[in-house]
């Protein structure tokens, strides 16, 4: 019975789906259409992986950028969150508004909650409450003018939609393993992309000691392997292999084996027992790490459109840290001249087979430039089939500056003509931040000048507020007319903070 109501579950879902076209070409391109957003910024992802992470469920607070929307006067978005946020928060960010009166905005903002903080993906907690969903079924007027946002589409998403209603613009859950460690090697591989040597698609613990034997034999001065899980989280899912010390010939094997405990992983507090769990649940992929004396990590973001056209976004360049460089940490805006139409290119035929399988919605391409005589050599890494970390910061400079990206040169005008560049972060940390509260937080960057300037459209806004008082851990996007103001901004920022978290 639980397969046919699997079955039942997908046809009703394409059903649904079915309706988004229709509804991006009458509804999208109107600002003055009436239409409901519900957004879900659940991080519908391994649970265990997600407790790893400091203050994971203020993380729901990245896709505030969709409060954006309601710049748009028949806008209504209704939002979801674990826990309530702050009424400081959301009126920090309905302020930001361009040309909108803040109590207009919020008539037309509901904020739902499940007062549920337990480390589990919101729409799980959504889906234990039926009374909830009645109440956000109950807001949505019209559903022929409705759909779902969301950061990542499981199959919980799917059946909250389903109870709702209203399609998901997100890539059907059916297609979610392309996004995973093993799904975007066999993709990058098809569109003649460089990928490191490795293997993908292991399921237990004999695979990834068989993978990184292979890597050895094939490269005996091989010194790093990454052991990646197939459903990561901003880095957290690897962990590196040291080959110093390792013998040659037959005893190769159990000297690797004896050393898979003692790897170096990214997530805090994961040891090999529950990282091995990991790989048996989800699946793993190991590949060389890759070396070079100058080195960096661009990405290129897309979006494939409900009438199945791809579209370029944006490119990064990738701030990096933990062991080995393997955790997100940032990004800035755009990725550098020499070679970002580069990485925008290179990822299109990608995009094109992912748009041919029926892929939708946003996603993300990585990649690891190395420096050689002849240029940039990329390596693809990853495809984040989501809303990643780059998508906020640039959504939150096109709402507030109105401009658009130019993919003939890789930037962003603003509406006034001139460009913008912006330094983003989603780990500002800092145990002297602790106990900051919100409204601390926005009268320092008045005091500082550093706020966002409706005016001149640049300066400092803010997410992940809900984490500073508790964690010390806040957002940031730095928005400037060149690189070197948004670098400003944001070591204004870390000095103001600095300043402030220690002054009585």
Same mark, same amino acid.
């Given at each position: 019975?639980?397969?046919?109501r699997? &079955?039942?579950?997908?046809?009703?879902?394409a059903?649904?789906?079915?309706?988004?076209?229709?509804?991006?070409?009458?509804?999208?391109?109107?600002?003055?259409a009436?239409?409901?957003?519900?957004?879900?910024?659940?991080?519908?992802?391994?649970?265990?992986?997600?407790?790893?992470v400091s203050g994971v469920?203020?993380y729901?607070?990245?896709m505030?950028?969709?409060?954006m929307?309601?710049?748009y006067?028949? @806008?209504?978005?209704?939002?979801?969150?674990?826990?309530?946020?702050?009424?400081d928060v959301?009126?920090?960010? #309905?302020?930001?508004?361009?040309?909108?009166?803040p109590?207009?905005a919020?008539?037309?903002?509901?904020l739902?909650?499940?007062?549920?903080?337990?480390?589990?993906? #919101?729409?799980?907690?959504?889906?234990?409450?039926?009374r909830?969903?009645?109440r956000?079924?109950?807001?949505?007027? &019209?559903?022929?003018a409705?759909h779902?946002?969301?950061?990542?589409?499981?199959? +919980?998403?799917?059946?909250?939609?389903?109870?709702?209603g209203?399609?998901i613009?997100?890539?059907?859950?059916?297609?979610?393993?392309l996004?995973?460690k093993?799904?975007?090697?066999?993709?990058?591989?098809?569109?003649?992309?460089?990928?490191?040597?490795g293997y993908?698609?292991l399921?237990d613990?004999?695979?990834?000691?068989?993978?990184l034997?292979?890597l050895?034999?094939?490269?005996?001065?091989?010194r790093?392997?990454?052991?990646?899980?197939?459903?990561g989280?901003?880095?957290d899912?690897?962990?590196?292999?040291?080959?110093?010390g390792?013998?040659?010939?037959a005893?190769?094997?159990?000297?690797?084996?004896?050393?898979l405990?003692?790897?170096?992983?990214?997530?805090?507090?994961m040891?090999?027992?529950?990282?091995?769990s990991?790989?048996a649940a989800?699946?793993?992929?190991?590949?060389v790490?890759?070396?070079?004396?100058?080195?960096?990590?661009?990405?290129?973001?897309?979006?494939?459109n409900?009438?199945?056209?791809?579209?370029?976004?944006?490119?990064?360049?990738?701030?990096?840290?933990?062991?080995?460089?393997?955790v997100?940490?940032?990004?800035?805006?755009?990725?550098?001249d020499?070679?970002?139409l580069?990485?925008?290119?290179?990822?299109?035929?990608?995009?094109e087979?992912?748009a041919?399988?029926?892929?939708?919605?946003?996603?993300?391409?990585?990649?690891?430039?190395?420096?050689?005589a002849?240029?940039?050599r990329h390596?693809a890494?990853?495809?984040n089939?989501?809303?990643?970390? @780059?998508t906020?910061?640039?959504?939150?400079?096109?709402y507030l500056?109105s401009?658009v990206?130019?993919t003939?040169t890789?930037?962003?005008?603003?509406?006034?003509?001139a460009?913008r560049?912006?330094?983003?972060?989603?780990n500002?940390?800092?145990?002297a931040y602790?106990?900051?509260?919100p409204? &601390?937080?926005f009268?320092?960057a008045?005091a500082?000048?550093i706020?966002?300037?409706?005016?001149?459209?640049t300066?400092?806004?803010f997410?992940?507020?809900?984490?500073?008082s508790q964690?010390?851990?806040l957002?940031?996007?730095?928005?400037?007319?060149?690189?070197?103001?948004?670098e400003h901004?944001?070591?204004?920022t870390?000095? +103001?903070?600095?300043?402030e978290?220690t002054?009585?």
């Amino acid at each position: 019975m639980a397969d046919i109501r699997r &079955d039942d579950e997908r046809q009703s879902f394409a059903a649904l789906q079915a309706q988004l076209p229709e509804q991006f070409r009458r509804v999208f391109p109107d600002p003055a259409a009436p239409r409901t957003v519900v957004v879900v910024p659940s991080l519908s992802m391994d649970a265990g992986v997600l407790a790893k992470v400091s203050g994971v469920h203020h993380y729901e607070e990245r896709m505030f950028c969709f409060l954006m929307l309601l710049q748009y006067p028949a @806008t209504r978005v209704i939002y979801l969150t674990s826990e309530l946020v702050a009424p400081d928060v959301v009126d920090y960010f #309905l302020s930001l508004l361009p040309g909108i009166d803040p109590a207009d905005a919020l008539a037309r903002l509901t904020l739902l909650a499940c007062h549920d903080a337990t480390a589990r993906p #919101l729409t799980a907690k959504i889906l234990e409450r039926p009374r909830l969903m009645a109440r956000i079924a109950s807001l949505i007027d &019209d559903r022929s003018a409705a759909h779902m946002a969301c950061f990542n589409v499981t199959d +919980m998403e799917l059946r909250l939609a389903l109870c709702l209603g209203i399609p998901i613009y997100g890539c059907d859950p059916e297609h979610l393993h392309l996004g995973g460690k093993s799904g975007s090697r066999k993709l990058f591989r098809a569109a003649g992309l460089l990928v490191p040597p490795g293997y993908e698609d292991l399921r237990d613990e004999a695979d990834v000691t068989d993978a990184l034997v292979a890597l050895r034999q094939a490269q005996p001065d091989l010194r790093r392997a990454v052991v990646k899980l197939n459903e990561g989280f901003s880095g957290d899912g690897n962990a590196i292999f040291r080959f110093a010390g390792a013998p040659d010939g037959a005893a190769l094997r159990a000297w690797i084996a004896a050393h898979l405990p003692h790897m170096e992983f990214a997530a805090h507090g994961m040891g090999w027992e529950e990282f091995k769990s990991k790989i048996a649940a989800m699946g793993a992929i190991v590949e060389v790490f890759v070396d070079g004396a100058v080195k960096r990590s661009p990405s290129a973001q897309y979006r494939i459109n409900p009438l199945g056209a791809l579209e370029v976004i944006s490119t990064h360049e990738q701030v990096l840290g933990g062991a080995d460089g393997q955790v997100f940490l940032g990004c800035r805006f755009p990725a550098l001249d020499d070679d970002r139409l580069d990485i925008q290119a290179m990822g299109v035929p990608v995009g094109e087979d992912l748009a041919r399988r029926g892929g939708l919605g946003r996603f993300g391409i990585d990649y690891i430039a190395v420096k050689e005589a002849t240029g940039w050599r990329h390596y693809a890494i990853e495809i984040n089939l989501r809303k990643g970390g @780059t998508t906020h910061p640039f959504m939150m400079l096109r709402y507030l500056t109105s401009g658009v990206y130019d993919t003939d040169t890789g930037l962003f005008h603003a509406a006034d003509g001139a460009p913008r560049y912006y330094r983003a972060s989603d780990n500002i940390v800092s145990e002297a931040y602790r106990g900051l509260t919100p409204r &601390d937080l926005f009268d320092m960057a008045e005091a500082h000048g550093i706020r966002f300037d409706e005016q001149r459209q640049t300066g400092v806004v803010f997410h992940l507020i809900g984490a500073l008082s508790q964690f010390g851990k806040l957002g940031a996007v730095c928005v400037g007319r060149s690189r070197e103001e948004a670098e400003h901004l944001y070591d204004a920022t870390i000095a +103001m903070l600095e300043a402030e978290a220690t002054r009585p």
